[in-house]
Nanobody, 120 residues
């Protein structure tokens, strides 16, 4: 089992920045790929970014490329979010999983989510 806890969400004005963190505990020696997803009100959860725990290779959704950066250090994953837009408003979830690519089904473990609100 892997436990994931997100932190760092909040309210920010458009153009501002936030950094989310996801602390992993439990069977972290599995080195599963990890990712960030988000769910806006009335919308389905969508992929944001992912990182390979072994190679640090990253992937991003087109909507966040050039503005968001995913990284990792020890058992914590980060999402640096810059130039935030109102449409980035959502609950952000971190996830870990054996295959861990760009689909929800490829992740086995999920955090509880953290709210990010971007005001215009």
């Amino acid at each position: 089992q892997v436990q994931l806890v997100e932190s760092g969400g909040g309210l920010v004005q458009a153009g501002g920045s936030l950094r989310l963190a996801c602390a992993a505990s439990g069977r972290t020696q599995t080195n599963y790929p990890m990712g960030w997803f988000r769910q806006a009100p009335g919308k389905e959860r969508e992929f944001v970014a992912r990182i390979s725990w072994i190679t640090s290779i990253t992937s991003y959704a087109d909507s966040v490329k050039g503005r968001f950066a995913i990284s990792r250090a020890k058992n914590t994953m980060y999402l640096q979010m810059n130039s935030l837009k109102p449409e980035d408003t959502a609950v952000y979830y971190c996830a870990a999983g054996r295959s861990g690519v760009m689909t929800e089904g490829s992740y086995d473990y999920w955090g509880q989510g953290t709210q990010v609100t971007v005001s215009s």
